[in-house]
Every structure is written in C-alpha cells, then in structure tokens.
T-cell receptor, first 114, second 114 residues
Framework: EAGVVQSPRYKIIEKKQPVAFWCNPISGHNTLYWYLQNLGQGPELLIRYENEEAVDDSQLPKDRFSAERLKGVDSTLKIQPAELGDSAVYLC????????????FGPGTRLTVL | QKEVEQDPGPLSVPEGAIVSLNCTYSNSAFQYFMWYRQYSRKGPELLMYTYSSGNKEDGRFTAQVDKSSKYISLFIRDSQPSDSATYLCAMIPAGGTSYGKLTFGQGTILTVHP
C-alpha cells in the first residue's frame, strides 16, 4: 500500500515569492491534515479536512496561507507571499475518520525562505 | 505554557540500555495518548497508542500513562542503534473545542551508540 505522497521534498525560494505544496493521501482516507514542524519542535496542526470540508483551520494564518482539497482526495497548501519565518517542514497526514484513528504522515516538504 | 511538555534531551545511551522518555500535560481533556518515532528527513510514524491509565507493552516498548498525575512515559528495553531517532509524545482530547486535534510534545532526540 502506498503511503502519503508529498511533493516537492525540498523547496528554496526568496522571500515574498509564492510557493505551493502538494499532498496525495492514502487511498480511502477521508481525513487529511497539514502540519507545520519547526526545527526542534513537534508538528503543529494548520488545517484538517474531512472530505472536501475544512473542519478546523483555526491555526492557519489566513492572510498568507491557503489550502484546498477540491475533490476530497489530494490537497494543495499555498503560501503567498512567503516570509523568512515560514522556513520549516510542512507535513501532510491522512487518516480514516478522525478522533483517535491513526494518522499516517508523509515525508514532508522542507521549505527554505531566503 | 504549552499544553504538552516533553523532556527535550538529547539523550545518548549505549546499546542495550533502558531508555525512559517522558511527557507531562495540563489539559485534563486529553484521553488518547501516543508515541511517534521520527527518523531524520522522514515523517513521524506511530509507535504506541493508549487510552487508559496503566501500562501497554509491545515488544521492547512499554507505554505508561498516569492520568491522575498527567504524566506519560515510553520505555525502551535493550535499546538498539536503529532506535536512534526523535521521539514525540502526542495526545488527543475526547471533547471540547479541540475535539480530535492531535497535540505534540517538542520531541526528544535519542542516540543509541554501539
């Protein structure tokens, strides 16, 4: 069974440029999560989708971050414009259902903003 | 103060040692407790999952939960160099506004040297 796929794995951009990350969850998983992981910290939830609906986006900085999951399968997270402080690893995870079901994580996209 | 505090480490132990990793939490709504392992440049993977006070054993790993003290631990027996990774505790509340939201500790870097 294929795991969670993320691309690109690495991205280097200059500040004020836009950037987008893509995630394809495990087949059949209806819940998709985007997390931010700063160096030396645990992941922090940015947004959670149940199918196409964003059910928790309270931690997403909406002035510069946006996300979509149009057909309830793959998802895109965008930052526009990027700031130096956005340098981090962006993790995507998926699960069947929510609450206490195991979340499976992708390898992440490591973003460096210069 | 963060909801979940984890001993930051890093820990360096010889092969065969017993390792103890610990987290404390402040939110009494947390009902589900997990330990994730994260290798360098990889996403976290679930190691242990418990939902009640007491011990749960899986091979060389034992997860311990003490809800009265709001304290959880992971013990690794006969540690191996392949156990070298970052270990993250994580918790989910069963109710409230953060229903279903996974909250991580900051992680402990473990190195097991031959």
């Amino acid at each position: 069974e294929a795991g969670v796929v993320q691309s690109p794995r690495y991205k280097i951009i200059e500040k004020k440029q836009p950037v987008a990350f893509w995630c394809n969850p495990i087949s059949g998983h209806n819940t998709l999560y985007w997390y931010l992981q700063n160096l030396g910290q645990g992941p922090e939830l940015l947004i959670r989708y149940e199918n196409e609906e964003a059910v928790d986006d309270s931690q997403l900085p909406k002035d510069r971050f946006s996300a979509e999951r149009l057909k309830g399968v793959d998802s895109t997270l965008k930052i526009q414009p990027a700031e130096l402080g956005d340098s981090a690893v962006y993790l995507c995870a998926s699960s069947w259902g929510t609450l206490n079901n195991e979340q499976f994580f992708g390898p992440g996209t490591r973003l460096t903003v210069l | 103060q963060k909801e979940v505090e984890q001993d930051p480490g890093p820990l360096s132990v010889p092969e065969g040692a017993i390792v103890s990793l610990n987290c404390t939490y402040s939110n009494s709504a947390f009902q589900y407790f997990m330990w994730y392992r994260q290798y360098s440049r990889k996403g976290p993977e679930l190691l242990m999952y418990t939902y009640s006070s007491g011990n749960k054993e899986d091979g060389r790993f034992t997860a311990q939960v003490d809800k009265s003290s709001k304290y959880i631990s992971l013990f690794i027996r006969d540690s191996q160099p392949s156990d070298s990774a970052t270990y993250l505790c994580a918790m989910i509340p069963a109710g409230g506004t953060s229903y279903g939201k996974l909250t991580f500790g900051q992680g402990t870097i473990l190195t097991v040297h031959p």
